[in-house]
């Protein structure tokens, strides 16, 4: 048997000469610095346009009732108040309960005048 004739292997291109990856291009005979954006995009942090009125969610209802399933429903507070239920009447129960609670969070109720 005679031995197999190896193939060439490819090999890599030579050795840039120009600027590297992470060096800036040049500047365009049109002068000026080079952008530093995109174009469209705020050179400056603009503030928050979206300002609130002080306001934040303390308690969420999540009612879940799918067609033809069994109804679900998860009370949470800020407080630390976590219920769940589940069926027709639970749930009813516990929507009516996540509304008296409403009233009587201490998170949402007005701590002044209250005696130690």
């Known amino acids: 048997m005679?031995?197999?004739q190896?193939?060439?292997?490819?090999?890599?291109?030579a050795t840039p000469t120009g600027p590297g990856?992470?060096?800036p291009a040049p500047?365009?005979?049109g002068g000026g610095a080079p952008k530093v954006v995109a174009e469209?995009?705020?050179?400056?942090?603009?503030?928050?346009?979206?300002?609130?009125?002080g306001r934040y969610p303390i308690a969420w209802l999540t009612i879940t009732a799918p067609r033809g399933a069994v109804p679900t429903v998860t009370s949470?507070?800020?407080c630390g108040r976590n219920r769940f239920a589940a069926g027709h009447h639970k749930?009813?129960?516990l929507?009516?309960?996540?509304?008296?609670?409403?009233?009587?969070c201490p998170l949402r109720t007005d701590q002044e005048g209250i005696a130690a």
């Open 91 to 93: 749930a009813l129960a």
């Open 2 to 4: 005679s031995p197999q």
């Open 40 to 53: 469209g995009v705020p050179a400056a942090v603009r503030p928050d346009q979206h300002t609130g009125d």
């Open 95 to 104: 929507i009516e309960d996540h509304t008296h609670h409403r009233t009587l």
């Open 27 to 29: 500047a365009s005979a």
């Open 6 to 13: 190896r193939r060439d292997l490819k090999s890599l291109p």
């Open 21 to 23: 990856i992470a060096e």
């Open 76 to 78: 949470v507070c800020a």
